[in-house]
Each structure stands twice: as structure tokens, then as C-alpha cells.
């Protein structure tokens, strides 16, 4: 069953913290991954990701995808309670004639000043 | 530029009625995506609609429809509502061409609550 998982769950840090978010994946026809940033209602889009070792970043903001080992890291530096949201990953495959997205149920992080 | 917009806000019902959920895309955007956020399940992908035609369809029952206007705005329809129904529905909106999904711009969303 294609499935994209998140990890962890949940985290808490402290102000000034570096944290790293999972996002792993098992589908069929690999095309891209996304990262989005949920705050209160409306996910925000953060990276894309197709192509494996290539870091994407953003200020404080990086990502990478490895698709020998099927997953992609988000990592956020220097945090500030302004990063406190939900992390959501999304992956984009073919299955069939036809091209599908799935979500993971993200990681909710809590930044404490 | 004015983002995605959703209507109503907020929306109460009962067992047995029906909902209808309304979406405006970013102007350009010819895509509609639908999901259900409910909690503890993260976002469940509902619906896809591209210049007017429906490209793909989430694991949701028949009662869950929808259509795209001519002006790209969209509407989802919940018949025979039920309790489990109760969630955020999001809208996002995209330059997606007809076989893919690109970047997606979200709405804030309608939380229904069916009691």
C-alpha cells in the first residue's frame, strides 16, 4: 500500500534549537515530494523535491530528498516560535494512467521561547 | 493578488442533509484540489478538478461530488450527511496542467461540523 509516514509526531524545542523532521515514503513511480507549513488553517508551500542530494533552502529553511532510501529531511536552524506549525510532506507518483498525491499526517512542532 | 478563498467559514448540520462548499481559485489557476482534514487522519485528497472536468477522485463515497465553473471556481457537494463528515475541508488551487500536480495554494478552509 503506498503510504508516506512523518516523523516524529510531535516535538517540542526551545527558541534558537535546530530541528530535523522526517518524511518517508513508500510508493510506486516515484515523481516529486512536497513540504508544506500549516499554521492554522491553510497549508503553506515550502519546497519541492525531485531529484535526490540536491538541498533546497529557504532563510532557515533546507531540505533534501534521497530516493535510494525513500525519504526527505526538513531541516529548520536557529528556530523561532514563529516555526511553531504542523509540517506536512506529500508525495507525488504515477499509478497507472494516472498521477496521485498522498499525505503524510505531518509533525507538529512547538517552539518555546 | 487575492488568494484562494473559501465559503462559508464555518458551516453546521445534521445527519441525512447536505453541504455545499464553495471555492474561488487564484486568478490564472485553472486546477481545484479538495481535501478532508479530519483529526488524526491528516489531509485526505477528495477531488481534482482541471479546466472544467474532473481528473482524479480520493477514496471517498459516491456522496462526496463536485464541479468546476467556467470561471474555475469550484463547489463541493456532501449528500446524506454523516457524523464522520465532520472536518476542515480545504480548497488549494494550481497552474496544474492536465496530467499532473504542481505547487499548490491552499484556502483557509470550511469546518463542518454535521451533529
Known amino acids: 500500500e503506498d503510504k508516506v509516514v512523518q516523523s516524529p509526531l510531535s516535538l517540542v524545542v526551545h527558541e534558537g534549537d535546530t530541528v530535523t523532521l522526517n518524511c518517508s515514503y513508500e510508493?510506486?513511480?516515484?515523481?516529486?515530494l512536497l513540504w508544506y507549513k500549516q499554521e492554522k488553517k491553510a497549508p503553506t508551500f515550502l519546497f519541492m523535491l525531485?531529484?535526490s542530494g540536491i538541498e533546497k533552502k529557504s532563510g532557515r529553511l533546507s531540505s533534501i530528498l534521497d530516493k535510494k532510501e525513500l525519504f526527505s529531511i526538513l531541516n529548520i536552524t536557529a528556530t523561532q516560535t514563529g516555526d511553531s506549525a504542523v509540517y506536512l510532506c506529500?508525495?507525488?507518483?504515477?499509478?497507472?494512467?494516472?498521477?496521485?498525491?498522498?499525505w503524510g499526517l505531518g509533525t507538529s512542532l512547538a517552539v518555546n521561547p | 493578488e487575492a488568494g484562494v478563498t473559501q465559503s462559508p467559514t464555518h458551516l453546521i448540520k445534521t445527519r441525512g442533509q447536505q453541504a455545499t462548499l464553495r471555492c474561488s481559485p487564484i486568478?490564472?489557476?485553472?486546477?481545484v484540489y479538495w481535501y478532508q482534514q479530519a483529526l488524526g487522519l491528516g489531509l485526505q485528497f477528495l477531488l481534482w478538478?482541471?479546466?472544467?472536468?474532473?481528473?482524479n477522485r480520493g477514496n471517498f463515497p459516491p456522496r462526496f461530488s463536485g464541479r468546476q465553473f467556467p470561471n474555475y471556481s469550484s463547489e463541493l457537494n456532501v449528500n446524506a450527511l454523516e457524523l464522520e463528515d465532520s472536518a476542515l475541508y480545504l480548497c488549494?488551487?494550481?497552474?496544474?496542467?492536465?496530467?499532473?500536480?504542481?505547487?499548490?495554494?491552499f484556502g483557509p478552509g470550511t469546518r463542518l461540523t454535521v451533529l
Open positions: 488549494a488551487s494550481s497552474w496544474a496542467g492536465r496530467s499532473s500536480y504542481n505547487e499548490q495554494f
Open positions: 486568478s490564472g489557476h485553472t486546477s
Open positions: 478538478y482541471d479546466e472544467g472536468e474532473e481528473r
Open positions: 510508493v510506486t513511480n516515484f515523481r516529486s
Open positions: 525531485t531529484s
Open positions: 506529500a508525495v507525488i507518483y504515477n499509478a497507472g494512467n494516472n498521477r496521485k498525491l498522498i
